[in-house]
């Protein structure tokens, strides 16, 4: 089971669960929404895990899944992004196994968190799209002028892993729920407030709908989360700047991935030390 466990290991670790039956409940999610994505989904684990294998990283990393988790997300977006052919899979194949290469370098710097996923399937969108001239795959989303209040909740946690599936997300609410209850807590928070936020900031019923508002704010929340009462004010800001990320990088065109995540909690741990530093 070492191997097996360590696969679903990484793929909880999207939503930084270190608990592989949450992974396994997050698997059973994707193959729910689509069994082409499922598969992308354990290829780029498995990938991105065998990869740090072969280069000898730690052991220990490697058994929590944290060479995993960056090639499920570069798995799933490159099949969300592009038809699944020759080029896709070379992709997907080549940004896993580079995911877990730029996550070693991070690691010396900064908490990685998904940026290596960011910056490798940022690399492999646009490789793509100018060298190889290769199409996006477009999906049409019906305009909405109403909030559909299950929807946006369901799908802020489906997008996480870009599941556009209310059900879905409602799978990986009950595994973030299985393995820590108070994250679970502040997860649920991050979506409702992100959306909210989204709707403040003039975003459109559809993207508010399809959960696109909240799952940044709920990584943020589940990076952020502990015991303190405190860190609800940390989580809070988080939140408030990961969102408005989100609206601004997508209003200038940049594909956001979980972009707005990163950069969010980045700032607001850079904040925290240097307060910690003063006091």
């Given amino acids: 089971m070492k191997f097996p466990e360590t696969i679903l290991r990484g793929i909880g670790q999207v939503m930084f669960q270190n608990n592989w039956l949450s992974g396994l409940i997050f698997l059973v999610g994707i193959f729910y929404n689509s069994w ?7 290829a780029g684990t498995c990938i991105s895990t065998i990869s740090a294998e072969i280069l000898k990283y730690s052991k220990e990393d490697i058994r929590n899944g944290l060479y995993g988790f960056n090639g499920t997300l570069t798995g799933i977006a490159v099949l969300i992004f592009f038809q699944f052919n020759l080029y896709s899979i070379i992709a997907l ?13 991070l690691k010396k710097m900064v908490p990685p968190f998904t940026a290596p996923f960011v910056l490798v399937t940022w690399s492999v969108i646009y490789s793509l799209l100018f060298v190889f001239k290769t ?10 002028n109403s909030l559909n209040l299950i929807s946006t909740f369901g799908k802020s946690f489906g997008q996480v892993m870009f599941q556009d599936n209310t059900v ?9 729920f299985i393995n820590r209850k108070l994250t679970a ?23 508010i709908n ?25 989580v809070t800001f988080a939140i408030i700047l990961s969102t408005g990320l989100t609206v601004g990088l ?21 904040l925290k ?7």
């Fill in 36 to 42: 082409m994505l499922g598969l992308a989904a354990i």
């Fill in 93 to 105: 194949i080549l940004g896993s196994f580079l995911s877990t290469i730029v996550m070693k370098l």
């Fill in 135 to 144: 199409p996006l795959e477009t999906t049409t989303t019906t305009a909405k």
């Fill in 168 to 176: 879905t997300g409602l799978f990986f609410l009950l595994a973030i």
């Fill in 185 to 207: 807590v502040y997860a649920i928070y991050a979506a409702v407030l992100g959306s909210l936020i989204g709707w403040l900031l003039s975003e459109s019923f559809s993207s």
């Fill in 210 to 234: 399809a959960g696109l508002m909240g799952y940044n704010a709920i990584l943020c929340a589940i990076a952020l989360s502990a015991q303190q009462k405190k860190d609800l004010m940390w």
């Fill in 250 to 270: 997508g209003r200038t065109g940049i594909i956001t991935l979980t972009a707005p995540f990163v950069i969010a909690t980045w700032i607001i741990l850079g």
């Fill in 273 to 279: 030390a240097i307060l910690l530093k003063n006091s």
